[in-house]
């Protein structure tokens, strides 16, 4: 969990709340609530949190996919390609780009825990989630669902556009967040006069499904 890790890295480097405090900017009793798991910092924080610690924003924010190696097996099944082919890590991709791709890939199927038609394969566009290592033209395996939790990676339908962030609520309100701290990747906010939809939920990468752009 978060607050277990804030913690840890405090602790491994032996500074004292107060320091961390100072650094971000704010009360001691402030840092104090992160760590008992009382409140959440933003997206602001969290970026400045990974820059003292020195660790990747994926680390703070708990990885939720598998990154995965394709091995030969007896048991294999196929996945679909997603008719949207690429999906958009950056400024999002357009619908009207779509493209039919007739081709399938074939998986372990111990992967595969629900019928077939709940799986799709989708590629990284763009480099706005390299900080969890999902590179331009990696391949994605995706499990169909409306639902995630908050800090979960997945596919998201937002004003016409595709894009593939970590979905985060702070407050009240949810974000997609991009995972590239050399890049200035602003946290795009979800209001309700915005059209959205969460497609799916990011399960595996697989560096062999590498399509280039």
Same mark, same amino acid.
């Given at each position: ?6 913690? =840890?890295?405090? @602790?491994?480097?032996? =500074? ?31 970026? @400045? %949190? ?10 703070? %924010? ?12 007896? *048991? ?9 082919? &690429? ?11 779509? &493209? &039919? ?12 825990? @629900? ?30 669902? *409306?639902? %995630? ?5 997945? %596919?998201?339908?937002?004003?016409? =556009?595709?894009?593939? =962030?970590?979905? +985060? ?12 701290? +050399?890049? *200035? ?24 499904? *590498?399509?280039?752009?």
């Amino acid at each position: 969990m978060f607050k277990d890790k804030l913690k =840890k890295l405090r @602790k491994e480097r032996e =500074k004292r709340q107060i320091d961390i405090a100072n650094y971000l900017s704010v009360a001691e009793a402030t840092y104090n609530r992160y760590e008992k798991g009382v409140n959440e910092p933003d997206i602001n924080t969290l970026k @400045k %949190l990974a820059n003292y610690f020195d660790v990747p924003l994926d680390y703070l %924010l708990d990885r939720d996919f598998v990154e995965a190696e394709l091995k030969t097996t007896k *048991n294999t099944v196929k996945i679909p390609v997603e008719q949207l082919s &690429f999906v958009g890590c950056g400024p999002g991709v357009d619908n009207n780009d779509s &493209f &039919f791709v007739d081709d399938n890939f074939e998986v372990p199927g111990d992967w595969i825990k @629900k019928e077939l038609h709940n799986y799709f394969v989708g590629f990284a566009r763009g480099d706005s989630m390299e900080d969890v290592f999902i590179s331009d033209g990696v391949g994605l395996i995706f499990e169909r669902t *409306n639902n %995630l939790d908050s800090g979960e990676i997945g %596919l998201f339908h937002l004003n016409g =556009k595709e894009y593939l =962030k970590r979905f +985060k609520i702070i407050g009240d309100t949810p974000f997609l967040i991009s995972e590239n701290n +050399k890049q *200035n990747y602003d946290p795009i906010p979800i209001t309700e006069n915005d059209s959205f939809e969460i497609r799916a939920k990011l399960l595996y990468k697989i560096e062999q499904f *590498n399509k280039e752009k």
